[in-house]
């Protein structure tokens, strides 16, 4: 099912037309309304007249998720405050979050490249759509909300977690559709089996997975546990959350709606654009968004573009998959995590030293994170109990920052590897 055939499907010289005519619209509007664009602009001696032809858009200055920090909270908005209808947000690296604001029109708009990701997976108004995406500040609840509304769709808002309740649901319901990360449609599949419900029993179709890597080897297992076509779908909130590109059941590829989000590929080192089908570090512009446009955001995910018309129908660019980042933030089931939230939270605690490792895994189809924490010589000749009760103030802490729960272990003095160049903090054993 194509949601929206004409935006979908439109020819590349009228899309390109239509992109630059809404390039030279967000540029504008930013520079007249956001201080931190008319002072980036200036420095790099580019006005809005400038832009003449897509290629123009390299002149324009990149926007980081540095900058968007730096902002918080509302200096990134275009719009007088209250013309902003809702807010959501990321989690930061220093305890301040990037926020995301929406007008009446970026919610539809929302809604819109939600509603074509649905139609990818060939969700329609008779579906049933089990929602297991966290309801609140992240963006990938309300995201798919919306969307599901907008085709007509039955929606279960029933978010993250809960998983005996979520099979009952599923079972109950009859939902056709599942929304949620592929890590806990994984494990919903191993619970269903380890309950004895037959895969006769659930209806699921498709399912929409995103939030976190995942491969096509973890993609056959879910097919194999759901009975269902598990596609792949990917977003931010900094841009506007999940929506931004989706696979169709072709499943080679993401296809971005670039004529709402335009596209580009930088070598992430020297930030010159590569051309078409090189791998690179992907860069994205909101061309109609309202409440917070959003100039050249480096999202830190690398991937390569791909035009032309795919067997669905659909015009639309795709993405390859993302294989990785060019930084050192780690997604752990579907939650943004840095190191130095870690660090943060480490380094409020009197006797432990400031050396620390984070080991991820994904030993049962979830994530999980370790924290390996070294202690100092006194610190060990303590009593267990007293051992004990610091491992889980350490635990609290950590949860606490970054929103998840973790394992601690607490380690001897000068256990941990050294290095005498950049400090290795995280391992990441999971094969993605």
Known sequence: MIWNKEAECMSENDKEALQLKRLQAVVKRAYENVPYYRKRFDEAGVKPEDIKTLKDIEK?????????????????????????????????TTGKPTVSGYTVNDLDLWGEVIARALGMAGAGKK????NAYGYGLFTGGMGVHYGAQKIGATVVPISAGNTMRQLEIMEDFGST??????????YLGEMAEREGISRESIKLKAGVFGAEMWTEEMRNEIEKRLNLTALNIYGLT?????????????????????????????????????PEGEKGELVLTTLTREGMPVIRFRTKDVTALRKGKCSCGRTLIKM???????DDMLKIRGVIVFPSQIEKALLKIEDLEPHYQIVVTRPQHLDELEVQVETSEKFFSDEVKH????????????????????????????????????????????EI
């Open 320 to 326: 390859d998959r993302i294989t990785g980042r060019t």
């Open 387 to 430: 051992v004990e009760e610091v491992k889980k103030m350490i635990e609290d802490r950590i949860h606490s920052e970054i929103g998840l729960r973790v394992n601690v272990t607490l380690v001897e003095p000068q256990s941990l590897p050294r290095s005498e160049g950049k400090a290795v903090r995280v391992i990441d054993k999971r």
């Open 177 to 186: 559709v599942l929304t949620c990360t592929p890590s806990y449609a994984l």
């Open 238 to 274: 900094e841009v506007i959350g999940p929506g931004v590109a989706m696979e169709c059941e072709d499943k080679n590829g993401l296809h971005i709606s670039d004529d709402h989000f335009y596209p580009e590929i930088v070598d992430s080192k020297t930030l010159e654009t590569l």
């Open 127 to 130: 579906d049933i759509i089990q």
């Open 60 to 92: 324009l200055p990149f926007t980081t998720k540095t900058d968007l920090r730096d902002a918080y909270p509302f200096g990134m908005f275009a719009v007088p405050e209250d013309d902003i209808v809702e807010v959501h947000t990321t989690s930061g």
